[in-house]
């Protein structure tokens, strides 16, 4: 025994001054000794009044800055993790603030007195670094990957511990065997956008997967609605249905339900849930609307709270000087990059666009460190062994709904998202499984001019002027703010007609009368609503219920959905060969509109006109949003057929999940090894629980 323990502790020490780990070590000591000096003496030379001091003194202070992070960094950790929620964000702010405090007021040379300019001097140090980091790496994010090593070695270590393991260990856990699988969603992304990305040479990691056989490519179709609360719906609970739009009106309560609004989403996910979610065996949910029945919910709408205490990624993504702090100062380089893109968009006069103003300010530099947060939270994850991860990322959809989804500065978001699969890519050498990754889209986005911009009045206002003498009314605002918008207690009344829109579809109630209306009441009490609609140019599409089923009507014809009979001429030929299906299905949901209305497409340019001030748009029917992507391990079988809907996906990934050992596999009428040989199956399942090491 004493033996066996000597020749550990010899293998660990050579594990610990082994040539490579001693050089990395070696590189980063002067790499953050060579960024403090920098730092410190920009922040010197820009403090007024402070008396000139020699280099060797700075260098003082960058050794005293070492060691006062040493103590109290460790302390800071502690207490951002004990507060958790808010307070782990609050505190991890002030973290590299304390520290840098400290060290200048212990500083022997007394450059800096008085605490209004030791703070100042402090906050603009740490802003200093940031950048500084940031240009060193050259905006790549090899910093952030090695504060998520070091945090996911971390966690594995004290798994050990608790199992019985050394307490004092300097050896680096070796990579997990058993399959694990990690799913990140890039919200918004559309397979004709990422497929044109990929053949310009702009996304290496995706394009690395494709080019080396590693991974395949496959778009699917949304269907109707095509947002990102249906589509998650249907593809972590296989409940698509339940989901009219992104937003909707229930007579039946007087309730307008908003799917991105934590009350609202709590609501819903009750009717979704099976206890079968695709997440439900030991899986996690990460930044999603719903939480596929996962064990554990982070940042998830459906169960609105903030990381606590158990969540490590969140901790130290808020205490360490490359995680909080950095995206924060980032974040507000985003906010003046988006105001010189939107003055470059005007001065060359670029069409279509909308303002990029107000609250889309604060969304953009959000969306880009929630996608940090979510990544160092992915990478807890991973290092504690959850069987399956589901993520989204949500940059590019942000940007690409008031820039245009095929735009530059989407495009760089779109960049900045294959950064972080890279990322996550490298992360799988210190994870407790072997991850498979699976990337796909919840729906696409199409560009045009916005209905408004078009026609000179909004849907509401076309709405109203056929319904008079009864007034129109609608949200005030797009649907995917409205989450930032509390609802208004007590409610105020609900005009007769409500329009409730999402993109370019929308859901027309009237409110007045419970259930849904016929064709035959609604011209009863409105008997200029449909054939006006229908006749508006930008409406290309009135679907209503009749005595023989749901009819869409356009400007020159109609057609029956239920048996495709068609009068005049189709007016369902512009939006593909989907387009009856997806309006049939769409007509099962339980608080579909008593009208649906889907904007006019162009038949030239597949632009279409969002009823909201939005320049990309997804919701309806028209141009790519209903094209979404799947990119997944090459060998692995797509048995769902052509993938039509989310709840498709759900089932592929489903089997997946069983062909990895994941899950249990249930029987089902599709059963894939039906008339295969016991050994032919068993031979399968160890390929597919094994492949992840050979990636």
């Known amino acids: 025994m004493a033996v066996e323990r000597g020749g550990s502790r010899d293998a660990e020490l050579r594990a610990v001054f082994a040539w490579p780990r001693v050089l990395d070590r070696a590189k980063a000591v002067i790499r953050n000794g060579v960024t403090t000096f920098v730092v410190l003496t920009t922040t010197l030379w820009l403090m007024p009044g402070v008396r000139a001091t020699d280099v060797l003194d700075t260098m003082g202070l960058v050794v005293l800055v070492a060691v006062v992070g040493a103590v109290l960094r460790p302390l800071l950790l502690a207490g951002v993790t004990a507060l958790g929620g808010w307070g782990a ?25 008085g605490w209004p300019t030791v703070g100042v001097a402090a906050v603009l140090a740490v802003v200093c670094a940031a950048i500084f980091d940031w240009m060193v790496d050259s905006g790549t994010e090899d910093t952030f990957l090695k504060e998520a090593k070091r945090l996911m070695r971390a966690i594995r270590r004290r798994q050990a511990r608790r199992a019985g393991g050394r307490w004092l260990t300097v050896r ?157 100062v980032l974040g507000v380089g985003e906010v003046f990059t988006e105001l010189h893109q939107a003055r470059l968009q005007r001065r060359r006069n670029l069409q279509p666009r909308v303002s990029r103003s107000g609250a889309f300010l604060a969304l953009r530099p959000a969306s880009m460190l929630l996608r940090d947060v979510n990544v160092s939270l992915v990478a807890e994850q991973m ?121 370019n579809l929308a859901l027309v109630y009237l409110t007045r009368y419970a259930g849904r209306l016929d064709r035959d009441r609604i011209d009863a009490e409105y008997p200029q609503l449909v054939s006006g609609l229908a006749g508006h140019p930008g409406v290309g599409l009135v679907v209503v219920r009749e005595g023989d089923g749901p009819v869409a009507y356009g400007a020159a014809g109609s057609h029956r959905l239920v048996d495709g009979a068609v009068h005049g001429q189709d007016p369902l030929l512009p939006y593909g060969p989907h387009a009856r299906a997806d309006l049939l299905r769409h007509q099962e949901s339980r608080h579909v509109g008593d009208l649906v209305l889907i904007s006019a497409v162009d038949p030239v340019t597949s632009e279409v006109s969002a009823f909201e001030e939005l320049v990309g748009s997804h919701g309806g029917l028209g141009g790519w949003q209903t094209e979404a992507m799947l990119v997944h ?59 992840g090491m050979v990636d």
């Open 172 to 328: 680096r856990p070796t990579p997990g065997t058993e399959a694990g699988l990690l799913v990140v969603q890039l919200d918004g992304v559309s397979e004709p956008v990422l497929r044109w990305a990929v053949r310009a040479g702009n996304l290496p990691t995706i394009g690395r997967w494709l080019r080396s056989g590693t991974h395949t490519m496959r778009g699917w179709h949304t269907g109707l609605p095509s947002t990102t609360p249906a589509s998650q719906a249907g593809i972590l609970h296989g409940a698509s249905r339940e989901i009219p739009g992104f937003r909707w009106y229930e007579k039946d309560t007087g309730k307008l339900m908003v799917s991105n609004r934590p009350r609202d989403a709590a609501v819903i996910e009750p009717r979704l849930s099976d206890g079968r979610g695709l997440l439900s065996d030991g899986g996690v949910s990460i930044g999603n609307a719903f939480s596929g029945d996962a064990a554990i919910s982070l940042l998830t709408v459906s169960h609105a709270a903030l990381p606590g205490r158990s969540a490590r990624g969140w901790a130290a993504f808020m205490a360490s000087p490359f995680g909080f702090t950095r995206a924060l």
């Open 633 to 691: 391990p090459a060998e692995w079988q797509i048995t769902q057929g052509d993938l039509f809907g989310p709840d498709a996906v759900h089932r592929q990934l489903v089997e997946w999940l069983e062909l990895l050992g994941l899950r249990p596999r249930a029987p089902r009428q599709d059963e894939l090894t039906a008339g295969e040989p016991d050994e032919v199956v068993t031979a399968r399942r160890r390929d597919f629980r094994t492949a």
């Open 383 to 503: 290092a504690r062994g959850a069987p399956v991860v589901y993520c989204d990322l949500v940059d590019y959809d942000e940007v690409a709904h008031h820039a245009g989804p095929a735009r530059p500065e989407s495009m760089r978001q779109l960049e900045s998202l294959d950064r972080m699969l890279g990322v996550l890519e490298r992360l799988r050498s210190e994870a407790a499984r072997a991850y498979r990754i699976v990337v796909l889209s919840d729906h696409g986005q199409s560009q045009g001019v916005t209905f408004r911009q078009r026609y000179g009045e909004t849907l509401e206002q076309a709405v109203a002027r056929f319904s008079a003498p009864d007034p129109a009314d609608a949200p005030s605002v797009p649907a995917e703010q409205e989450a930032t918008k509390e609802p208004e207690f007590p409610r105020r009344p609900v005009a007769p007609v409500l329009v409730v829109s999402s993109g």
């Open 89 to 113: 964000m609050l505190l991890g702010v002030m973290a590299q603030v304390i520290v840098m405090v400290v060290a200048l007021e212990l500083d022997p040379s007394k450059r800096l007195s």
